[in-house]
């Protein structure tokens, strides 16, 4: 069973950065889909950025050139930075997996089969 622990949040002034890690356990990250998300309030859960098994990022287009999102395969995590945060980016933040399909593959949209408790990101 995958399991995912979001750490790295807390609160930081509009204009820093911030970095997520997600620890995966139960599998190894460089063989999962795998991607952070983003709850704020009012607002429906969205895509902030996901990286399929070969490393290939996709970033959502209104956080694009803001963050980037990688795997450290020696920690076996996932990480996201966030650079000039806004106060529009807080929010609660999940990181999320999934076994890739038969050829690679992965899910569409969010529709991801594991899914850590999230983060808290407060930009003042």
């Known amino acids: 069973q995958v399991q995912l622990v979001e750490s790295g949040g807390g609160s930081v ?4 950065s911030q970095k997520l890690s997600c ?10 889909c795998m991607g ?12 902030v950025a996901r990286i399929d098994i070969n490393d290939r990022p996709q970033y959502a287009g209104s956080l694009e ?3 980037t ?20 980016d807080t929010g609660m933040y999940y990181c999320a997996a999934a076994e890739a399909g ?3 593959q992965c899910p569409d949209g969010s529709d991801y089969a594991y899914w850590g408790q999230g983060t808290q990101v407060t930009v003042s």
């Open 36 to 47: 952070w998300y983003r709850q704020i309030p009012g607002k429906e859960r969205e895509a």
């Open 13 to 16: 002034q509009a204009g820093g």
């Open 69 to 88: 999102i990688f795997r450290d395969n020696a920690k076996n995590t996932l990480n996201l930075e966030i650079n000039n945060l806004k106060a529009e």
């Open 65 to 67: 050139g803001r963050v």
């Open 23 to 32: 620890q995966v356990s139960g599998s190894t990250a460089r063989r999962l």
């Open 102 to 104: 038969w050829a690679g």
